[in-house]
C-alpha cells in the first residue's frame, strides 16, 4: 500500500467530500454540547459562548497565519537535510489565503477540512478548563493552537512533512497515516487540555484536603447525550472525507469507513456501559458518553484502513479504557478535568493511532506509528507547555475566587443560562 501519489478528483468525488465537510461541523457541535452538558449550571451560558469565540478566533487565526505553516502536499515546505534524508518540517504557504481560487480542487477541500480541524482541536481544552478559564483564555489558547502548534502537526502529517514521509525516507509502512485526525486533532487537543489543567488547577473544593475527591456532576445530561448523536453524524462525514483526502481511498472503501465509525463508537458505549454498570452498581451517563466518544476519536486514525472486526477490537478497547482513565487520572493524579477531555481525546486518539499500525497492512506500519507518538509526545507537548506557561503570566488560566464562587455565568457576562431557577452554590463553598 502507498499513498505517496495523489490521484487526480473527480468532479463526482469533489460534490462528495464537500458535502461531507459541510455535515462535519456537527462534530464540533457535538462536543461543544458535551462540554456544556458536563459543566456546572452557572457556568453554562459561559461555556457553550466560549465554544463560539474560539471557532471564531481559530478559523480568523488559521487563515492569517497558521494555513501558511501548514501548506499542502502538492505544495512547497521548508525542510533541511540530516543523514542524506529530506526533512519537511515546516510549510511554505501563501499569506492570507493568497492563492486559493488557483489552487487545486483537492487541494482547496483539504484546506476546508483544516479549518474544522483546528475549530475542534481549539474547542478540546475548553471543556478541561470549565467553571475557571476566562473567555480570554479560552481564545488566547485557541489563537495559539491555530497560529502554530495545529499547523506543525498537520504539516508533519498531511502536507507532506517528515513524519509523512517516515515511508520513502526509511521505509515504514506508508508513512505515518492518521485519515481523520487522532493525532493532529485528538491527541494535540487532549495534550493541550492536559496543560491547561495542569497550569489552572483544580476547581475550588475539588479536592479538599481531607476525604476522596468531591463529586461535581454535570448538569445537563440530555444535552450531553444528544451531543453524542450529534457527533456520529459530524463523525462520519468526518472520517469519510479524511479518507478521500488523506489516505486516497477508493469509493469502495467510503461505505466501510462510515460502518467502522459507526461500530467503534457502538462498541466503545456498550463496554463503558458494562464496565460502570459492574464498577457502580448502574450504568454512568455522563461515562458512557465519555465513552462513546472516545471510540469515535480511536475510530479516526483509521476508519477507512481496518476490517469491520478491527473496528469492533479498537471500539472495545477504547470503552473499557476511558472509565479507568477518567478514574485513574481524578483519583490516583488529582487532576481536575469535567469534560474528560484528556481520557477521550488524549488517550483514544493515541490507542486509535497505534491501532492503525496493529491493523493496517504495510509492513513497518506499526513503527511509523509510534515515531509519530513520540513525536508528539516528545515535541508537540512540551511546545504546549512553553507556550501556555508563557501566556499564563500574561493572561493567568484560573479565574479569582469571586467568580468561581459566583459561576462564570454571572461573573463574566452578568447573568445566568437559567434565569428563572434558583442556582445554589455548592456546599464546599458555604
Known amino acids: 500500500m502507498t499513498l505517496a501519489a495523489i490521484p487526480p478528483m473527480s468532479d463526482s468525488v469533489f460534490a462528495l467530500t464537500l458535502a461531507l465537510l459541510l455535515l462535519a461541523p456537527l462534530a464540533i457541535a457535538g462536543v461543544a454540547l458535551v462540554n456544556t452538558g458536563l459543566g456546572r449550571s452557572r457556568s453554562a451560558a459561559q461555556s457553550i459562548l466560549g465554544c463560539l469565540g474560539i471557532v471564531a478566533v481559530a478559523a480568523v487565526v488559521f487563515a492569517m497565519l497558521g494555513a501558511t505553516f501548514t501548506g499542502s502536499p502538492e505544495g512547497a515546505g521548508h525542510s533541511f537535510l540530516l543523514f542524506g534524508k529530506n ?15 488557483s489552487d487545486s480542487p483537492r487541494s482547496q477541500l483539504a484546506l476546508l477540512f483544516e479549518f474544522l480541524s483546528v ?4 474547542l ?59 493525532a493532529t486533532v485528538h491527541m494535540i487537543g487532549g495534550l493541550s487540555a492536559l496543560t491547561v489543567v495542569w497550569i489552572a488547577g483544580p476547581r475550588k473544593g475539588k479536592f479538599p484536603k481531607e476525604g476522596l475527591a ?11 447525550l444528544f451531543g453524542c448523536l450529534l457527533a456520529l453524524v459530524g463523525w462520519m462525514a468526518w472520517n469519510v472525507a479524511g479518507a478521500i483526502l488523506w489516505l486516497h481511498a477508493p469509493n469502495s472503501a467510503l461505505a466501510g469507513t462510515a460502518v467502522n465509525t459507526l461500530l467503534s463508537a457502538s462498541m466503545a458505549l456498550i463496554a463503558a456501559f458494562t464496565v460502570t454498570r459492574i464498577r457502580f452498581g448502574k450504568p454512568d451517563a455522563s461515562i458512557c458518553a465519555n465513552g462513546w466518544l472516545a471510540g469515535l476519536v480511536a475510530s479516526s486514525a483509521g476508519a477507512g484502513l481496518i476490517s469491520p472486526a ?68 516528545g515535541l508537540a507537548l512540551p511546545l504546549i507547555y512553553l507556550l501556555f506557561r508563557m501566556l499564563d503570566r500574561v493572561l493567568p488560566f484560573g479565574a479569582n475566587e469571586e467568580g468561581e464562587r459566583l459561576g462564570m455565568d454571572l461573573h463574566e457576562l452578568g447573568g445566568s443560562a437559567y434565569p428563572e431557577f434558583v442556582i445554589h452554590r455548592d456546599e464546599s463553598q458555604r
Open 119 to 122: 475549530a475542534l482541536t481549539a
Open 214 to 224: 468531591t463529586a461535581m456532576p454535570g448538569h445537563n445530561t440530555v444535552a450531553v
Open 124 to 182: 478540546i481544552p475548553w471543556g478541561s478548563g470549565a467553571e475557571r478559564l476566562r473567555l480570554t483564555v479560552g481564545c488566547a489558547v485557541a489563537a495559539l493552537l491555530s497560529a502554530l502548534v495545529f499547523p506543525l502537526a498537520a504539516h508533519w502529517i498531511w502536507g507532506g512533512g517528515w513524519l509523512a514521509q517516515l515511508g520513502v525516507n526509511f521505509g515504514l509502512g506508508a508513512g505515518f497515516l492518521d485519515g481523520g485526525g487522532a
Open 310 to 377: 478491527a473496528a469492533l477490537l479498537v471500539g472495545l478497547v477504547a470503552g473499557l479504557a476511558t472509565p479507568l482513565l477518567v478514574e485513574l487520572l481524578e483519583l490516583a493524579l488529582s487532576i481536575d478535568d469535567p469534560s474528560g477531555a484528556v481520557s477521550v481525546h488524549a488517550g483514544g486518539g493515541l490507542w486509535g493511532i497505534l491501532a492503525v499500525g496493529l491493523f493496517a497492512p504495510p509492513a513497518g506500519q506499526l513503527l511509523a506509528q509510534l515515531v509519530g507518538i513520540a513525536a508528539l509526545l
Open 87 to 101: 526533512w519537511n518540517w515546516l510549510g511554505a504557504g501563501p499569506w492570507m489565503l493568497g492563492e486559493l481560487n
